[in-house]
C-alpha cells in the first residue's frame, strides 16, 4: 500500500519515553516508515539515537510536555486531572509552562545542534487554548516551519479525545490563521481509527498526519503491516 504513502505525514511520538520504544521507532526509521519523529528531550534519549536520528531523512520534531505523570485512566479522567492540576496547583499555569517549554527548546539545540523542524506536544496538551498562544509565541521566536494543528481540521472524529481536540481546534483556528505555519490539512491518531483499512481507502489528495507510538506492539506491528 505505499502508493498511500503520498496522501500521509506518518509521525512517530514520544522518542525518548523508553529505551525500547526508541529501538522501535529506530528500526522502522530504517525501513523508511516514518516521515516525522517526535522527541521527548527531557526522556531517555542518548548521542547515538540521537546522531542516527540526525543521519536519516526524517523530520525531527520537539514534543513539549508538561512534565507531569497523567497517562492512565480515560480521556475524561485524564481532562478532569489536567483541569484540576492547572487551576489549583500552579505546576502547569501558563507562565510555568512557557519558561518550561522555552527550556526544552534551548534543550533541544544543545542535544541536535540544531532547531526542530515542527512542534507539537505530549498528549495534545498545545491545543489547550492558554499553552496554543505559548508555541505559537515560540514556533514564531525560533523560525520552525511546522505545527501540529491541521489546517482543515480533526480527521476521525469518532471517540472522546478526539472530539475534544475538535473542539479546541474550533477555537484555536483564527488564532493559527495570523500565523504562516505550515501543517497537515488534517490530523488523526492511529489509535482513534476504527476500521484502519477503510480509512486508508478514503483518503484524498489532501495531507493527513497520521500519528503512531510504536512502543505499543500494536501500532508497531500496524506499520509494518500497512507501510
Do not use: C
Not at 179 to 184: E, G, I, Q, Y
Request: charged share 30%.
Amino acid at each position: 500500500m505505499a502508493y498511500l504513502r503520498e496522501n500521509l505525514i506518518i509521525s512517530f511520538d514520544d522518542f525518548g519515553k523508553s529505551r525500547e520504544g526508541n529501538q522501535k521507532i529506530l528500526e522502522l526509521v530504517r525501513w523508511k516508515k516514518a516521515d516525522r519523529v517526535a522527541v521527548l528531550v527531557n526522556g531517555a534519549v542518548n548521542e547515538k539515537e540521537i546522531s542516527e536520528l540526525l543521519n536519516s531523512e526524517v523530520k525531527i520534531d520537539l514534543h513539549l510536555d508538561l512534565g507531569i505523570s497523567n497517562e492512565k485512566g480515560d480521556a475524561l479522567r485524564r481532562s478532569f486531572l489536567f483541569l484540576f492540576y492547572y487551576f489549583f496547583f500552579g505546576k502547569i499555569s501558563a507562565g510555568k509552562v512557557e519558561k518550561d517549554w522555552e527550556e526544552q527548546m534551548q534543550k533541544f539545540q544543545i542535544l541536535f545542534g540544531r532547531n526542530p523542524d515542527g512542534l507539537n506536544s505530549h498528549q495534545y496538551v498545545h491545543f489547550f487554548p492558554p499553552y496554543f498562544k505559548i508555541i505559537l509565541k515560540l514556533g514564531e521566536k525560533y523560525k520552525i516551519s511546522y505545527l501540529r494543528f491541521g489546517k482543515n481540521g480533526i480527521a476521525e472524529n469518532v471517540n472522546s479525545i478526539s472530539g475534544i481536540l475538535n473542539g479546541l481546534w474550533k477555537r484555536n483556528n483564527s488564532q493559527f490563521q495570523k500565523f504562516s505555519f505550515d501543517s497537515s490539512d488534517f490530523l488523526v491518531s492511529y489509535n482513534w481509527i476504527r476500521d484502519f483499512p477503510s480509512f486508508l481507502e478514503k483518503l484524498t489528495s489532501e495531507k493527513t498526519e497520521l500519528i503512531f507510538h510504536p512502543e505499543r506492539e500494536k501500532e508497531f506491528e500496524a506499520i509494518k503491516k500497512y507501510f
